[in-house]
């Protein structure tokens, strides 16, 4: 155990806007072998849920009008959270992560990255390379395999794009897009040496606190008119707080699922022709409630509207602009609503020239980005972080910007309109975070999962890695079926 400051766990609260003289009240219990990396993972993971934690305990205080509890990261609970997905077990069996057709293959000139977990992606990605789609998953990894080996990457990642597929060219994200990073990567068509991130995802040096060169790692602005009155006092930093949750896989829901745990009314909205991985839903889907609505059909356009008449907060997890067309872009809804925190968050950034409005997943950034190329092996094949630690690590950050807007709001009435990114996050992981590996034992995940019978079977799951004086140790209920509640608060 040590009281030492973490400079990137004061570095994200910084970014956050909390006051500095509340760090003091975070501590750190180390453990051994926990995320290893090249890059400063663990630092990271555990910076993310401890800015997240001081939050929770900052708006606590808030509510009571008391002091702010005492915070303690635990190292291992925070690696057994950033794995949750691993971790989870429905009545015993193992649920399948990546499909076959998604991961790092060769190039005629250097790798791609592909992402076809769900079915439309799938296809979006055979039907842009010409690949007839057999249902033998098997033999079609051989097609592609063989399809992509006699193409550029660069060309490939185009092609798939257009047809609205994912894939990118491992360290190639666009040359007029920002801050070229050293990796160390070969050249491929259409890059340099290295890769380049958005220049409003660069993160700052630990020099001084993010705000004052650049732009921030959270981006925040009031907006909107104020509420009557603040929250008044609860034993849960989030009780009675009511959440619209337009998020989907992974960083979304866990910045939702945290909220949900500090007590807040949690509904997930999805349209129902989108449908969600069950086994997904069933991990980040804790405390939650999740109902469908169609927001372009006026029935549910109404309801939607009536559950916004009373909302808290909005997140949503879309493309840059994507729901602008619906009537909820940020400036929209937060004048619908006094009080309003709308929280977007996206793969790229808001001002990542033609790669604002792309879609994107923890996987895809850490290959653009520079990461996979940080974490090669030997024989030059592109390497992956030791956890979706993009995804887990802008889901606490989600949480806990969302966290320190309510306390902000208990003074002023006003909401505000916070963007995060997991290229930001990459960028911080790349550029800002210091290694400070802490003492501890041997890691083991034992002490932090639990097992919690739920509609999907029995759940052997991760228990959140939040703490401070008095947190709940697991989530209130388990998750509901997907689009199986009515959209109602409770």
Known sequence: MTATTDSATAHAWAALGGAPGLIGRVSYEGAHGVLPARLPVRELARATVGACSLAAAELLARRRSGPVPAVRVHEAA???AFVSERHLRVDGRVPRSFAPLSGFWPAADGWIRTHANYPHHRSRLLEALGIPDSGDDRALAGRLADELAGRPAYEVQETVYTAGGLAVAVGSVPLDTGLLLDTGLSPAAGTLRGSRLPQDTALLPDTGPPQEIGLPLVESRPAGSPLPGPLPAADLPAAGVRVIDLTRVIA?????RTLALLGADVLRVDPPALREDADAHADTGMGKRSALLDLTAPGDRRVFDGLLGSADVVLTGYRPGALDRLGLAPDE??????GLIVGQLSAWGRSAGPWASRRGFDSLVQAASGIASAESGD????????????????GYLLAAAVLRALSDRQDTGRGRHLRLSLAGTASWLLRGVRPAPLEGPAYTPEPWLTRTPSPYG??????PPLDYEGAPRTWARPPTRWGGDRPVWL
Not at 252 to 256: D, H, K, L, R, S
Not at 458 to 463: G, I, K, P
């Open 78 to 80: 925070v690696a057994t």
């Open 252 to 256: 979304g829901p866990v910045a939702t």
């Open 333 to 338: 809804l937060s004048s619908r609503r006094p």
């Open 379 to 394: 024989d030059g094949r592109p390497g992956a972080l030791p956890a979706q630690a993009l995804d887990h690590g802008t």
């Open 458 to 463: 029995v759940l052997d799951h991760a228990l």
